[in-house]
Each structure stands twice: as structure tokens, then as C-alpha cells.
């Protein structure tokens, strides 16, 4: 019961169904109220085991209704693996561009990025770490003038951290390169 008073008939038998976000009128069946937005949290198990919060969302930037919100994430991970590209590429293209390099080793960097997300490289890692080491495998395979110090400093990340993530990736991806100065 709530302390509301019906529109329609004016009686004060109202009530407030917080699963269903709405308020009725007992008297008339009047909807006072629908879509009521309520503060309190609520969890529903799904038939496959998994805990879920009912309702929809939204975000502010889409551009459609999100009624299966989080959904896509889980088909064969496929959604999560754009996403994870894309962030790579952007991550990849900044610093290649501040370190003056060109579009085919933004391309070759993004390629060994993909390779050491294919061989699970990459988890349990800073995104930061792994996008420079693909960086300096290119840089390397390129013989640009670029050298470790120089990637750590941009990114203002440990050398030594990065130096041990471009040997795990070369080591793991049996990638030769070739001696600097020769």
C-alpha cells in the first residue's frame, strides 16, 4: 500500500509493485504510475546457471536499444576480439606516429599484435606493453633507428618490463631478428 491518492476514483488502496516498476489503484485499476525507478539491486538466475541484473540499458552514445546488453561479449568471444583489436590498433597508431613511423609499420605492428593475441601473448599483460613490443619487433624487422629506451620513454613505461615482453613475444612467435648495426 502506498500513501498515493487514484486520479481516477480517488481512493487510497494503491499498490506499488517494485518488480514490476509500476503503481495500480486496488479500487479501479487505474496505473498510476509505470516504470517506476527503483534504488534497490536485484539479481535473477538464468536457466544456464549464470547471475544476471534484469532490466535494460542503454548507453548514452548507441545507437539502438541494448536489450541483450552484454550478450554479444560471449558469443565465441568474437565481439570481445574486435573490440580488443580495435583498442590495439589505436594504441598502436599513437605511438607509432609519435615516433614518426610510417602507415605499413602501423600495418606490421597491428599483424604481430594479432599474432601474439592468437598464441594468448597477451593476457595477464599491460595493453601498453604488448602494443609497444609489437612496435619494436616492427622497428627491428624495419631497421629503423628506434630502440627500446626510446618506445619506454614515449610511453613513459619501464624499459625493462617492455624488454621482457619483446622477448616473450619473439621467443613465443619464433621471430628472428636480425642484429642491430649490421
Sequence with gaps: MSGNKCRNCGSTNIETDPGRGDAICIECGFVLEDSVIISQTTFEESSSGKVRVPGHFVANDSTGSATNFGAS????????????????????????????????????SVNFYKMALCYHLTRGRKQAHNQAACVYITCRIEKTEHMLIDISDVLHICVHELGRTYLRFTTALRIHIPAMGK
Excluded: M, P
Aim: aromatic share 6%.
Design 73 to 108: 561479449y560471449y558469443v565465441n568471444g568474437k565481439e570481445s576480439r574486435r573490440i580488443t583489436l580495435q583498442n590495439a590498433r589505436k594504441g598502436i597508431t599513437h605511438l607509432c606516429l609519435q615516433l614518426g613511423l610510417n602507415q605499413n609499420c602501423i600495418e606490421t
